[in-house]
C-alpha cells in the first residue's frame, strides 16, 4: 500500500513524531488502530440501539402516546 500525502500532512506528521519519540510509521499506524477501534465501537453501539428498539418497540410507542 502507498499513502500518499500532502507537504503539508508530511510535515505534520514528521513534528508529531519527533515530539513522541517514535517513527512516522508508528504514528500513522496508532492512528488508523485508534480510527478502527473508534468505528467499529460507533457500529455495536448502533446495531445494539437498533435491537433495543425493535424489542421495546411496544413500550416507546406506548410511551410516545
Known sequence: MTLRLSDQQTE???????EEGRSMQ?????ALDEYLTRHSADEEVRRLGAASRER???VLDRLGE
Open 56 to 58: 421495546w418497540r411496544d
Open 26 to 30: 508508528q504514528v500513522v499506524l496508532a
Open 12 to 18: 505534520a506528521l514528521r513534528k508529531r513524531a519527533e
